[in-house]
């Protein structure tokens, strides 16, 4: 069975930074991407950033990001980071991280980590 844990959420002031980090175990597929999407209160899932897991990663950012977050990967360890420097009270949400696999075509989803930023 494929798990995702994320930890490294918490409650930090604006201005301030966070780092997330998620492990995944049980993987049976190829890797293919992994990522964090964020959901607030009243708001729809979003995708925060995604990372491919290839010799070269490919990264993508959401546009609220602006340029304030960081996704890395370590593919030896089966684990996904993300660097999140000036925070801000919009960034206030469960952040998930997300597995999507080949062979069998599948997508898992941790059960969330929760980033409260104060103004």
């Known amino acids: 069975q494929v798990q995702l844990v994320e930890s490294g959420g918490g409650l930090v002031q604006a201005g301030g930074s966070l780092r997330l980090s998620c492990a995944a175990s049980?993987?049976?597929?190829?890797?293919?991407?992994m990522g964090w999407y964020r959901q607030a209160p009243g708001k729809q899932r979003e995708l925060v950033a995604s990372?491919?897991?290839?010799?070269?990663?490919?990264?993508g950012y959401g546009d609220f990001v602006k340029g304030r977050f960081t996704i890395s990967a370590d593919n030896a360890k089966d684990t996904v980071d993300l660097q999140m420097d000036s925070l801000e009270p919009d960034d206030t949400a469960v952040y998930y991280c997300?597995?999507?696999?080949?062979?069998?075509?599948?997508?898992?989803w941790g059960q969330g980590t929760q980033v409260t930023v104060s103004s």
């Open positions: 997300n597995l999507r696999t080949r062979s069998p075509d599948a997508t898992f």
């Open positions: 049980g993987i049976v597929g190829d890797r293919n991407v």
């Open positions: 990372i491919t897991i290839t010799r070269i990663p490919i990264r």
